[in-house]
């Protein structure tokens, strides 16, 4: 595993990447073109900002790019990319959809690697972490256009296979992915749902 860590670690540092969360992202791409040039897309927990800066530059400068965290982000100036507008927001605040549609009303693309403070407890943690998947599920429900793409980072366990059916009711294909780049005794996996069936 340390070889793997050391691996994606090294790399991110080469490819001048804030973090190797960038590769969990960058293989699911590869595998089915999530992103498009010039797509919108909001990337919810995108502190301390690779998934951003990737996204910004698979969708280019006629693309954009919000990212929403607790924590404050550091500002990304990337040349042939696009613009990347950072909010510093609580994800579950009932006045969230107005603070981004601020930025935007709908977009073509909703992200998420956003994981909860760990406690160790992995009921809890998992339970945490299905909290904020459910809430990054409802806030694509009203900001993602038809047939956009949603890709989450899951804690699996005990409810994960209700969350997976709450995202088939949502998009035509749906998809559980484990990036090579996860750890290996990492329990998180990647739910995407493609192609938004909007009400």
């Not at 609580?90 to 935007?104: F, P």
């Not at 160790?120 to 972490?129: F, L, P, R, V």
């Not at 035509?172 to 739910?191: D, Q, W």
Request: glycine letters at 6%; charged letters at 30%; one cysteine or more.
């Amino acid at each position: 595993m340390k070889k793997v860590q050391d691996y994606y670690f090294k790399k991110a540092k080469k490819d001048k990447y804030p973090a190797r969360s960038v590769y969990k992202l960058e293989e699911a791409q590869q595998k089915y073109t999530i992103l498009k040039k010039g797509d919108a897309v909001l990337d919810l927990g995108c502190s301390p900002g690779s998934w951003a800066m990737y996204a910004a530059k698979i969708v280019g400068p006629k693309g954009m790019v919000v990212g929403v965290d607790l924590l404050d982000t550091k500002k990304m100036g990337l040349a042939n990319a696009a613009d990347i507008h950072l909010i510093r927001a609580d994800i579950m605040a009932e006045n969230i959809i107005r603070i981004i549609q601020e930025k935007r009303n709908h977009f073509n693309v909703v992200l998420s690697d956003i994981a909860p403070r760990t406690t160790g407890n992995k009921w809890a943690d998992q339970q945490k972490s299905l909290t904020l998947s459910r809430r990054t599920l409802e806030l694509s429900e009203e900001l993602l256009s038809r047939n956009g793409n949603f890709y989450c980072k899951v804690f699996e366990g005990e409810d994960f296979k209700e969350f997976v059916n709450q995202v088939k009711e949502r998009f035509k294909s749906v998809k559980i992915f484990k990036p090579k780049s996860s750890r290996s005794e990492s329990r998180e996996v990647f739910v995407l749902g493609m192609r938004f069936v909007r009400k």
